[in-house]
């Protein structure tokens, strides 16, 4: 487990998030109404164009999970995608939340953004095996 673990995070990250990004370009993704009603306030682009850009950004994140090299930017990516990610939550309770239970029922849509705290947690353990294995190789040499 303590030599595949790390990397089957890293691999499931990068293939929930190269997938579920490509959803949102393509015109593909169930969560394409809540990202649009998220994003309506943001200036410079229209909430479709924010909603390409957001899966763009989910696949980069994706792709910098898959070697080592670039977890440092991956994890800074995914830092950035998560503030946004959250953001329902907060703009939108009436779509994450159950009539009258703000705050300790969520809706399914609530429901998957707040498995998101999971996500978090992998990438820190994925994040947390840059210093110890770049210690690991200045030691051995």
Do not use: D
């Not at 294995?133 to 051995?140: E, F, G, L």
Request: proline share 6%; net charge positive; aromatic share 12%.
């Amino acid at each position: 487990m303590r030599r595949w673990g790390t990397v089957a995070l890293r691999v499931s990250l990068a293939i929930i998030f190269v997938w579920f990004g490509l959803l949102k370009p393509l015109g593909l993704s169930p969560a394409a109404t809540m990202v649009k009603a998220t994003v309506h306030w943001m200036p410079f682009f229209p909430p479709e164009t924010w909603l390409a850009i957001i899966g763009w950004w989910e696949v980069a994140i994706g792709v910098t999970f898959l070697f080592h090299k670039t977890i440092r930017v991956a994890i800074a990516l995914l830092a950035l995608q998560m503030v946004g990610t959250f953001l329902p939550l907060v703009i939108l309770p009436e779509i994450t939340f159950q009539p009258g239970r703000y705050l300790y029922a969520p809706t399914m849509a609530g429901q998957y953004i707040i498995k998101n705290l999971l996500i978090i947690s992998a990438a820190l353990v994925v994040g947390g095996t840059v210093r110890s294995t770049r210690r690991n190789n200045i030691a051995a040499s």
